[in-house]
């Protein structure tokens, strides 16, 4: 009766849905906000074939200390991440914490935003010493993002930056930017360490984004013209990082999906995030079972 279910927290208008429900044998679930909080936030920097922690102090800002020396490589990761993104802050919120400033965009280029953000101080007067004159946003046939800017304030001409799939991106460069600062070709060794890297975070169900650059000859692409096909430039790019992102598993979702297995019910998530990301996720709230 309708009674009897409420007392076991069970609210129904129509019977059919319980009826429904009773007779479920799989539940497709998506990952993103419905496994997981939709709270991501930057965890691991990779440049200079070196990994970096993303510290953050107490109150969820960059702490002094913590925040990323200077460095050729660095700078150039970091601006890749504050042009190669829709996501802005809302308005009049100078007064609030990056960490919890609203913002208008997808989860992920919030996260990156956010961190941009506590590293730069200002990611609007950034960009706006960058004009972006072109967009390709990011579809997931492509698997990646880019744009091209004016960058009057460091060589002239225009700059063009991509960010997506760690395994898209590398495809497209032929040159990364080392430790000691210096631009050299990618060889078998740095693949190799890319795919630990990339490995690596994915198994720590990190959701891993690929960067690069490219500056465009200003006499072959000069002032006014027409980017409207840029599958022609995509080569011969300068690889810069790769930047993990974490979303944490709800606290609810593990039992809940227990007891959807005693009742005979599996559960599948449904997600875009690299197999071993999703494999990384699966494990963590018990869609996979150990071994």
Avoid at 81 to 94: I, K, P, T, W, Y
Avoid at 268 to 278: E, F, L, Q, S, Y
């Amino acid at each position: 009766t309708a009674q009897s279910l409420k007392s076991k927290n069970c609210l129904l208008q129509k019977l059919e849905a319980v009826e429904t429900l009773g007779s479920t044998s799989v539940i497709c679930t998506d990952k993103t906000g419905t496994l997981t909080e939709n709270k991501m936030s930057v965890a691991h920097l990779w440049y200079g074939r070196q990994i970096h922690d993303a510290t953050r102090a107490d109150n969820g800002d960059i702490s002094t200390a913590a925040r990323r020396p200077k460095s050729k490589g660095w700078e150039a990761l970091a601006r890749v991440m504050g042009l190669c993104s829709r996501a802005v802050f809302r308005e009049n919120q100078d007064h609030i914490a990056v960490k919890d400033r609203l913002c208008n965009g997808d989860a992920s280029e919030m996260a990156l935003l956010k961190y941009f953000e506590s590293e730069y101080g200002n990611t609007e007067a950034f960009r706006n010493q960058y004009p972006k004159i072109y967009e390709d946003p990011f579809n997931a046939f492509k698997q990646y993002q880019l744009s091209i800017h004016e960058q009057a304030v460091d060589r002239g001409g225009h700059i063009l930056v991509i960010k997506g799939a760690p395994e898209k991106i590398i495809d497209k460069c032929s040159t990364f930017i080392n430790a000691n600062e210096e631009e050299v070709q990618i060889d078998g060794g740095f693949i190799a360490s890319f795919n630990e890297i990339d490995a690596r975070l994915a198994n720590k169900g990190e959701r891993v984004f690929g960067f690069a650059h490219k500056f465009l000859d200003p006499v072959e692409f000069p002032e006014g013209c027409d980017f409207g096909r840029t599958d022609r430039l995509l080569y011969n790019l300068c690889f810069v990082g790769l930047v993990s992102l974490t979303d944490p598993p709800r606290a609810t979702v593990p039992v809940a999906v227990s007891s959807c297995r005693r009742a005979g019910i599996k559960v599948i998530m449904v997600t875009g995030d690299h197999p071993i990301t999703a494999k990384a996720i699966g494990r963590a709230v018990g869609i996979i079972s150990p071994g």
